[in-house]
């Protein structure tokens, strides 16, 4: 897809070891492992220790909550993290005592937690944190007021300093258990897509084509959808991220479907273009042979050492030479891992220099109002010589009549 009344304190278990995720292998219809390997959750706490530094400050409030489950498995909808030299402080109400302590040992995450209201959690902060540090806030995720909160009531004598990036840089690179989980992810999407194919052939609405997708996904073993299923028949698929609507999908025209699935909180990103027959628009037919030269390009262009900004280059010279520079209207690609949209950025002005272990999606399109429009995407894991990819749904064009589900 194109960006409780009461303070306690415990302390988890610290194994340190990583922990795996038992998965039933019914619910992941045919992947073949059983469980996923373990992500190493207690290791990145030593990874971010050195980022601190070069932040210019002592200690790290983690506000963001995506991040806050990277560094912890926590998985609350409202809790803060405070990362100093003596190691993690999570902060949380009462709702998710219990849920807390279960996941950071789940985790293997040696946390201390303050569990309950919005003076508990500032004193627990405070109290860890002391007077002369200077404690980083993640400026993404602050708001103005709580800053001012922050400055005025909640840290007095203790300096904070704006930082950027500071955990997400460590999510890019990614373990071999996160990546277990982006492939099983991928996998989910990629059955339920061969599922419901057919369906299209039978005149159904946009609507109807994505909510079949979603449950199909949810049969499979997703918690749920990565983002709002995108179908888009005929001329709106002009619009990359057109929201399906009742209109019956009809014969030879081009349909545009961005969908991903989420397992074990990590998700997955594919685009497949389809059309009931063949394309009634000899224009219509050439996007889709410009389109899949341009984005296998793309992928083949994947390796570590290669700049994002390169990947981009070469999608984006395919579609060029054809005559639709102009039509390509958004970047080619983005990472991908517990959020969908995440760096390294795959565009025209990315110059991150890709690594083994990062994993991006290469999703190039053209957009002709009137027309319709053609995207394909893969999601694809980052190597030392070139790429191995994780979406492997069929990229043929044609649905026919009675094609039976795969």
Same mark, same amino acid.
């Given at each position: 897809?194109?960006?409780?009344?009461?303070?306690?304190?415990?302390?988890?278990?610290?194994?340190?070891?990583?922990?795996?995720?038992?998965?039933?292998?019914?619910? $992941?219809?045919?992947?073949?492992?059983?469980?996923?390997?373990?992500?190493?959750?207690?290791?990145?706490?030593?990874?971010?220790?050195?980022?601190?530094?070069?932040? !210019?400050?002592?200690?790290?409030?983690?506000?963001?909550?995506?991040?806050?489950?990277?560094?912890?498995?926590?998985?609350?909808?409202?809790?803060?993290?405070?990362?100093?030299?003596?190691?993690?402080?999570?902060?949380?109400?009462?709702?998710?005592?219990?849920?807390?302590?279960?996941?950071?040992?789940?985790?293997?995450?040696?946390?201390?937690?303050?569990?309950?209201?919005?003076?508990?959690?500032?004193?627990?902060?405070?109290?860890? $944190?002391?007077?002369?540090?200077? =404690?980083? =806030?993640?400026?993404?995720?602050?708001?103005?007021?709580?800053?001012?909160?922050?400055?005025?009531?909640?840290?007095?004598?203790? /300096?904070?300093?704006?930082?950027?990036? @500071?955990?997400?840089?460590?999510?890019?690179?990614?373990?071999?258990?996160?990546?277990?989980? $982006?492939?099983?992810?991928?996998?989910?999407?990629?059955?339920?897509?061969?599922?419901?194919?057919? =369906?299209?052939?039978?005149?159904?609405?946009?609507?109807?084509?994505?909510?079949?997708?979603?449950?199909?996904?949810?049969?499979? #073993?997703?918690? !749920?959808?990565?983002?709002?299923?995108? @179908?888009?028949?005929?001329?709106?698929?002009?619009?990359?991220?057109?929201?399906?609507?009742?209109?019956?999908?009809?014969?030879?025209?081009?349909?545009?479907?961005?969908?991903?699935?989420?397992?074990?909180?990590?998700?997955?990103?594919?685009?497949?273009?389809?059309?009931?027959? /063949?394309?009634?628009?000899?224009?219509?037919?050439?996007?889709?042979?410009?389109?899949?030269?341009?984005?296998?390009?793309?992928?083949?262009?994947?390796?570590?050492?290669?700049?994002?900004?390169?990947?981009?280059?070469?999608?984006?010279?395919?579609?060029?030479?054809?005559?639709?520079?102009?039509?390509?209207?958004?970047?080619?690609?983005?990472?991908?891992?517990?959020?969908?949209? /995440?760096?390294?950025?795959?565009?025209?002005?990315?110059?991150?220099?890709?690594?083994? !272990?990062?994993?991006?999606? &290469?999703?190039?399109? &053209?957009?002709?109002?009137?027309?319709?429009?053609?995207?394909?995407?893969?999601?694809? @894991?980052?190597?030392?010589?070139?790429?191995?990819? =994780?979406?492997?749904? #069929?990229?043929?064009?044609?649905?026919?009549?009675?094609?039976?589900?795969?």
């Amino acid at each position: 897809m194109t960006t409780a009344a009461t303070t306690t304190t415990a302390t988890g278990t610290g194994t340190g070891r990583p922990t795996g995720t038992a998965v039933d292998p019914a619910a $992941l219809g045919s992947l073949e492992a059983p469980t996923l390997r373990p992500m190493d959750v207690a290791g990145r706490l030593e990874r971010l220790g050195p980022r601190l530094a070069e932040a !210019g400050c002592d200690a790290l409030l983690v506000t963001n909550l995506t991040n806050v489950r990277y560094l912890t498995g926590f998985t609350g909808s409202a809790g803060m993290v405070l990362v100093t030299g003596d190691g993690l402080l999570l902060v949380t109400d009462g709702r998710y005592g219990d849920q807390s302590a279960a996941q950071t040992e789940a985790a293997g995450v040696a946390a201390r937690r303050a569990i309950g209201g919005r003076d508990d959690q500032r004193r627990a902060l405070v109290e860890a $944190l002391g007077r002369g540090a200077r =404690l980083g =806030l993640e400026a993404e995720s602050v708001t103005w007021a709580q800053q001012r909160a922050m400055a005025g009531e909640w840290f007095e004598g203790v /300096e904070l300093v704006a930082t950027s990036g @500071v955990v997400e840089a460590l999510r890019e690179v990614k373990d071999p258990g996160e990546i277990d989980r $982006l492939a099983a992810a991928a996998r989910v999407a990629d059955e339920a897509f061969a599922a419901i194919r057919p =369906l299209l052939a039978q005149g159904p609405t946009e609507r109807q084509v994505a909510l079949t997708l979603d449950v199909e996904m949810s049969r499979r #073993g997703a918690s !749920g959808p990565s983002f709002d299923t995108i @179908v888009a028949g005929g001329p709106h698929g002009a619009m990359p991220h057109h929201r399906p609507s009742d209109r019956p999908i009809g014969a030879g025209e081009l349909v545009v479907m961005d969908f991903g699935a989420v397992v074990d909180g990590y998700c997955s990103d594919m685009t497949r273009t389809l059309c009931v027959g /063949e394309p009634a628009d000899a224009t219509a037919a050439r996007m889709v042979e410009v389109v899949a030269a341009s984005q296998a390009a793309g992928v083949a262009a994947v390796r570590a050492g290669a700049t994002a900004g390169e990947v981009d280059a070469t999608c984006r010279g395919v579609i060029a030479e054809a005559g639709w520079a102009d039509a390509f209207v958004h970047s080619t690609g983005h990472g991908v891992g517990l959020e969908i949209h /995440e760096r390294p950025w795959v565009g025209a002005e990315a110059t991150a220099t890709l690594e083994a !272990g990062h994993v991006v999606t &290469v999703e190039p399109g &053209v957009y002709l109002t009137g027309v319709g429009g053609v995207r394909i995407e893969d999601t694809v @894991v980052v190597t030392p010589g070139g790429c191995r990819v =994780l979406t492997n749904a #069929g990229k043929d064009l044609t649905v026919t009549p009675g094609e039976a589900p795969a």
